[in-house]
Nanobody
Framework: QGHLAESGGGLVQAGGSLRLSCVLSGSQIDTWYYMAWFRQGPGKEREGIACDEVGGKQTYADSALGRFSISRDNSKNTLYLEMDSLKPDDTAMYYC????????????????????WGQGTQVTVGS
């Protein structure tokens, strides 16, 4: 099926920016209809942040709208998440995930939709 590996996390001050990367190996990223970023903060449930669909449709959680931007580069087999104006509430482990159309009826925010996940990259935003 493939393997996902995230990178780009780190410690940043409030108001700063980070770009997360998620490299897919073992398959082609353009064969996965949905590619998404999730995050899980301390003591919180995992939440969907952004989703990119084949064909260019992108969807964002309210918490990410206007600050985060998701994109995929098929030539590099990589998914990105550009994060600006970071806040302490953005502190979390960030995961990328991939889904085909098997569970298309599930919402993009439903983790059950996705069949492969990365191990995560930690983002910490200082106040």
């Amino acid at each position: 099926q493939g393997h996902l590996a995230e990178s780009g996390g780190g410690l940043v001050q409030a108001g700063g920016s980070l770009r997360l990367s998620c490299v897919l190996s073992g398959s082609q990223i353009d064969t996965w209809y949905y590619m998404a970023w999730f995050r899980q903060g301390p003591g919180k449930e995992r939440e969907g942040i952004a989703c990119d669909e084949v064909g260019g449709k992108q969807t964002y959680a309210d918490s990410a709208l206007g600050r985060f931007s998701i994109s995929r580069d098929n030539s590099k087999n990589t998914l990105y998440l550009e994060m600006d104006s970071l806040k302490p509430d953005d502190t979390a482990m960030y995961y990328c995930a991939a889904a085909d159309l098997t569970k298309f009826r599930l919402l993009w925010t439903d983790a059950e939709k996705y069949s492969i996940w990365g191990q995560g990259t930690q983002v910490t935003v200082g106040s």
